[in-house]
């Protein structure tokens, strides 16, 4: 739209002044079309397309794996009905594009953490070290995410850890990795759970850097914890339960379908690792047997104080 350059060469402080009538001839524009719009610079189907544009950012942020045709579904899924050539034309103009529709030179850098890192700390030799730590449960949580392809496509899974126990307190299963997935594994964790003043630790992924997650985190009174780029070790204890996970349910054989391995997943969680998988950091007992024999503590925050910390690998 040139109309503004026109009105500026026509402006009476103009160093050269130039009609309207002939700065829109020389430019190919009629003197109507320029005068509509100095009466309406913003037309209705602007206004309409910033409004898609915005709903667009927020769907592309959430998940940023999708084209415009899948923008365009979860569009109608949000009430906005738009063709696909609509929906390309402004995901043209606001950039937004598959993050696997493009080739890319070199790796991008994950953001910026949203939260500090609330479980480091430096030996005697200036390393940053982690040790995962509680008195009690409820006072430091991991959360990650893994995923494993089955025949259907690609299966992900967010699982909530409590340190004290081992326990897994909280998981979601979703076909897509999107923010979405992270923030119901969490919500489900405080439900089960109601904790007050948590240390929520993870890596430094978008779906723990939405706003729905660190939302959810301020508004249930929990403390968001971030490591490093690139530092596994940073999230290990959450990673040796994936690796867990993969020995003895992921890699066992090939899946043909999600919800196969979705109950597979969940019985393994819920029915063994919970309840029957013994655990000699615990004393050779389960999770479950380890938070039931140490309900007092749990209830008394004298008790819990007293507690000797108890080191989860």
């Given amino acids: 739209m040139i109309f503004p350059l026109v009105r500026e060469m026509a402006a009476a402080g103009a160093r050269v002044r130039v009609p309207v009538v002939v700065a829109c001839r ?9 005068y509509k719009w100095l009466k309406e610079p913003v037309c209705d189907r602007d206004r309409d397309d910033a409004g898609v544009l915005n709903v667009l950012h927020d769907l592309h942020q959430d998940d940023p794996t999708l084209g415009y045709r899948f923008l365009k579904d979860e ?21 937004l594009w598959a993050s696997h529709a493009k080739k890319k030179g070199k ?13 480091a700390t430096e ?28 025949r259907e496509g690609k299966l992900y899974l967010c699982s909530v850890k409590d340190v004290f126990s081992n326990r897994i307190i909280g998981h979601s299963i979703d076909i897509r990795m999107k923010s979405s997935l992270a923030a119901r594994a969490i919500q489900h964790a405080i439900t089960l ?22 939302r959810i985190l301020r508004e249930n009174g929990l403390h968001g914890s971030m490591g490093r780029v690139g530092a596994a070790g940073d999230n290990a204890s959450m990673e040796s339960f994936y690796s867990l996970l993969q020995k003895n349910v992921l890699n066992t054989r090939t ?33 479950v047997e380890y938070e039931t024999i140490h309900q007092p503590a749990m209830a008394g925050s004298e008790t819990t104080k007293n507690t000797k910390p108890r080191v989860t690998t």
């Fill in 107 to 119: 790796a991008g850098k994950p953001g910026p953490p949203v939260h500090d890192d609330l479980l």
């Fill in 193 to 214: 759970r109601n904790p007050d003043g948590t240390i929520c630790h993870s890596d430094r992924g978008s779906q723990f850097r939405s706003r729905k997650v660190t």
């Fill in 26 to 34: 020389v430019l190919g524009f009629s003197t109507q079309g320029y």
């Fill in 75 to 95: 569009l109608e899924h949000e009430g906005i009905n738009c063709s696909e050539n609509r929906v390309h034309r402004l995901c043209r103009i606001g950039g």
């Fill in 255 to 287: 899946w043909d379908t999600r919800d196969q391995l979705r109950h597979a997943i969940v019985y393994w969680i819920e029915a063994k690792y919970n309840r029957r998988r013994r655990q000699r950091g615990l004393g050779k007992l389960t999770p």
């Fill in 123 to 150: 030996d005697e030799h200036g390393r940053i070290r982690h040790r995962f730590t509680a008195t009690g449960p409820n006072q430091v949580w991991l959360t990650d995410i893994t995923e494993h392809p089955t």
